[in-house]
């Protein structure tokens, strides 16, 4: 099952944003911005039914659930609501420990979580159960707690020696559990036993240290191990560690040697300081170093030795936190790592937010807690990171504070605005419609507004150009309350007004040299000087006296079917199809004694399926459909005695997807999806 999403679906017409007001022009852009967007997060805690908010691990499994590893249970994210397993007492195939520390899916999908008891659980998706195995390691090394948190970063406080802090699997689907204090776990899930690597004074190639924070798997089958105090190990998992444990379990004997990568002081390119926090591994298949005191390092990677020498010919790059350098770390304690997709690298810190870094640039760019600003982080302490399938970051906290949600949509915002000190700037802030000319390969941008007739925004340039009613001009739009816009496959611009009619420009844009060259800012209807330079217009209202004129001049929509058929969809004149060859137009009304007619006037949306069915929402009438061959229509309304009929007869508007799903947008009657095949509306609510 894939994560669902909530309020993050928005349907809209082609050329049409209804019954909105949008508080001026907020469009999605990437290269062109004049400054960068803001960073909104959003937040999940208890009252969103999260069991704690303190968050130890995230994890994305194949199903596309978001699980969190917790103080207080395993929770299960679908996006709307949580599944929590907490360790309960008479039932044996519950989570044995519900102090979750680590989440890691196997080869095999197996899904596992690591606790703070040291009991490694396996959870059956069929059964929603788990089995559990608790490990029994030889010697367990304790922590002085009076050190905390000089000596250790307090997300590490409460944790005892068999505390699992991290799960790889090698090669040979041995689970590699990392412990808080007892070494090294080694699980073989088809014998369901263990054996304990742990580290030896007098033995060189021994593990470094037992307190482990950290593993990583990389593409030569080299396991990299994070100890806090003892640098970082490397071991070639080509051996099967497991059996040649269990073949001679002294580590004289075994050939079971670890490589050590140490701080030096006096060697700047060494590890910056043996307390491993986190390791990361890439999408280029570098190896990144988190360490609590001593900022972020990159492996440099040497020659791939595995003598027992013991220290390799490897260098470390170094980000820091320098107090004289704004551009650097937030600080030194990293606890977290993660890579977006456009290659950044994220940085979870203790006591100093989220940091993003650009490795080709070494630029860095902060997030950190602002009591004054809502939608900034919650807290400066990042116990986790992940980017999920679909590009979105979660941000796990440690002093309850919860979740962090960063949608890469919402930041892509950039707000236009009219601006009375910048000569081309919107000349309005309440939008009402937006079309993409088709003509300028998405350069250009129209806009509709309530009073300011419409803008083309240049998209490369940011500089708008305004088009306004002029009243000595009949070639100048008919009104400046514009509803919609659409350029057509021909290259003419279509403009539906409020109540004047409906406007098409006289040429395909590429007509009109200064829409390309932006040489004239036009703020009152068309330049006479240069009649053909600027944008002009004809006009069509309703006449009367002639049959064939437009039906209403109160203008919804727009909207242009795949063999370049033109609808016109208005307020109390039932929906209009343009015959180009005669430059007329053909109605569709409501008739109360024809069957076969659309079912209210006032059309608010029109849309297109595959099958050749227009789909025609109306308000106060429902929907219909229109089979474009033969001419028939079906009407489709609210009757309260069907249960899967419409929810409500009042559509704003009608979306089709890529799959041919016909989705209805209601005023009061949420969302509905029509089944075509079974007749039926699913209605979703806010509840939903």
């Given at each position: ?262 701080h030096t002081p006096l060697n700047g390119k060494s590890l910056s300081d043996d307390r491993v926090s986190t390791l990361f591994l890439d999408s280029g298949q570098n190896i ?397 609510s806010e509840k939903d």
């Amino acid at each position: 099952m894939a994560l669902r999403k909530r309020n993050n679906m928005r349907f809209f017409p082609h050329s049409v944003i209804f019954p909105f007001l949008l508080v001026g022009l907020m469009i999605i852009s990437s290269s062109f911005a004049a400054h960068a967007p803001k960073a909104i997060f959003q937040k999940i805690s208890l009252q969103q039914g999260l069991s704690v908010s303190t968050i130890h691990d995230i994890h994305q499994d194949k199903e596309g659930y978001i699980w969190f590893a917790t103080a207080y249970g395993a929770n299960r994210y679908d996006g709307y609501t949580f599944l929590i397993h907490k360790k309960e007492l008479d039932d044996s195939t519950s989570i044995g420990d519900h102090r979750t520390q680590v989440i890691f899916e196997d080869s095999h999908d197996n899904l596992w979580f690591g606790t703070a008891a040291g009991i490694l659980a396996l959870y059956d998706k069929k059964t929603d159960s788990f089995t559990n195995y608790q490990i029994h390691p030889p010697t367990l090394e304790t922590q002085n707690i009076d050190l905390i948190p000089t000596a250790y970063p307090v997300t590490y406080a409460f944790y005892s020696p068999q505390t699992i802090t991290d799960i790889k699997e090698d090669v040979h689907g041995n689970l590699w559990l990392a412990t808080w204090g007892a070494g090294i776990a080694i699980f073989n899930p088809l014998e369901k036993e263990f054996i304990y690597v742990q580290a030896q004074k007098d033995e060189p190639g021994s593990l470094s240290a037992n307190r482990i924070s950290s593993l990583l798997y990389d593409e030569k089958n080299y396991m990299w191990i994070g100890t806090f105090g003892g640098g970082l190990n490397r071991f070639n998992a080509r051996i099967n560690i497991f059996e040649a444990y269990k073949a001679h379990p002294s580590s004289n004997e075994n050939n079971v040697r670890f490589s050590h990568y140490r701080h030096t002081p006096l060697n700047g390119k060494s590890l910056s300081d043996d307390r491993v926090s986190t390791l990361f591994l890439d999408s280029g298949q570098n190896i990144w170093v988190g360490t609590f005191f001593g900022g972020l390092d990159l492996l440099i990677k040497g020659e791939n030795s595995d003598s027992l020498q013991t220290y390799r010919p490897v260098e470390f790059r170094h980000y820091k936190h320098d107090p004289f350098d704004k551009s650097s770390l937030t600080n030194n304690n990293i606890l977290s790592l993660c890579e977006d997709e456009s290659g950044a690298l994220w940085i979870g810190t203790f006591g100093g937010g989220l940091n993003k870094l650009q490795p080709r640039s070494g630029e860095i760019t902060h997030f950190v807690h602002d009591p004054k600003d809502p939608e900034s982080l919650s807290e400066n302490n990042i116990t986790s990171l992940l980017q999920d399938r679909s590009g979105i970051l979660w941000i796990g906290t440690l002093l309850g504070e919860g979740i962090n949600k960063l949608v890469p949509d919402l930041q892509k915002f950039i707000h236009y605005k009219k601006n009375e000190r910048r000569s081309r700037s919107l000349n309005d802030n309440i939008v009402f419609a937006l079309g993409e000319d088709k003509q300028s390969a998405g350069r250009n941008i129209w806009v509709g507004t309530l009073n300011g007739g419409i803008n083309k925004f240049d998209r490369k340039t940011e500089d708008v150009t305004n088009y306004t009613h002029n009243p000595d001009d009949k070639y100048s739009l008919s009104h400046n309350h514009i509803r919609s816009i659409y350029c057509d496959n021909y290259g003419y611009l279509w403009v539906g007004t409020f109540s004047e009619g409906l406007n098409r420009s006289l040429h395909p844009t590429t007509h009109y040299p200064a829409l390309e060259t932006d040489a004239l800012t036009i703020k009152s209807g068309a330049v006479d000087t240069e009649p053909e330079q600027v944008l002009r217009f004809k006009t069509y209202r309703h006449n009367p006296s002639e049959e064939r004129s437009l039906s209403f001049n109160q203008i919804r929509a727009l909207y242009e079917t795949p063999d370049s058929t033109l609808w016109i969809c208005t307020f109390g004149g039932g929906l209009n199809r343009y015959d180009r060859q005669n430059d007329s137009f053909f109605h569709y009304k409501f008739n109360r004694d024809d069957e076969n007619s659309i079912p209210d006037d006032h059309v608010y949306s029109v849309g297109y399926d595959s099958t050749g069915f227009l789909w025609i929402g109306t308000f106060g009438g429902g929907i219909a459909s229109l089979n474009l061959q033969t001419g028939m229509i079906r009407r489709y309304q609210r009757n309260a005695a069907t249960p899967h009929s419409l929810s409500d007869n009042r559509v704003l508007s009608i979306y089709v997807d890529a799959l041919g799903v016909v989705w209805v947008g209601t005023d009061g009657g949420g969302l509905n999806r029509f089944d075509k095949e079974n007749q039926n509306f699913t209605i979703f609510s806010e509840k939903d």
